[in-house]
């Protein structure tokens, strides 16, 4: 948690606005795909989430790529992968990381970002 909060304090302080709308803001159709590629090397629960999406939000992501990082980080977290590894075959890792990325890069983008623009 004290790291989410540490990472959204820098994110709120000095984290250029103006690049994070360019690259993560709604204008940006890869804006999704960008933030769950993003969330895939990053390791945390999802209390320890909170703060890094709202510190996003404040600085002009949309809902739905911030939620998007939040799901990434938390569901296709690469520390995770490395230990399963041991225990479930690649193959089906593999599978998973395609299904839960194709899942997370069209849900939000398709729903939350239409409603957080009304």
Same mark, same amino acid.
């Given at each position: ?5 540490? !990472? ?7 984290? =250029? ?15 999704? !795909? ?6 895939? =090397? ?16 404040? *600085? ?25 590894? *041991? ?19 069209? *849900? ?6 239409? *409603?957080?623009?009304?």
């Amino acid at each position: 948690m004290l790291v989410g909060i540490g !990472v959204g304090a820098f994110i709120h302080g000095w984290a =250029p606005s103006e690049m994070l709308a360019k690259y993560a803001g709604p204008g940006n159709p890869f804006a999704v !795909v960008i933030a769950v590629i993003l969330g895939i =090397p990053l390791y945390s629960n999802a209390l320890g989430t909170i703060p890094i999406a709202e510190a996003l939000i404040n *600085k002009g992501v949309g809902m739905g790529t911030a939620l998007a990082f939040m799901m990434a980080v938390t569901a296709l977290s690469l520390p995770e992968m490395i230990l399963l590894r *041991k225990v479930i075959k690649p193959k089906l890792i593999g599978a998973f990381v395609l299904v839960m990325s194709s899942i997370l890069s069209y *849900k939000p983008r398709e729903e939350l970002e239409w *409603k957080s623009r009304s």
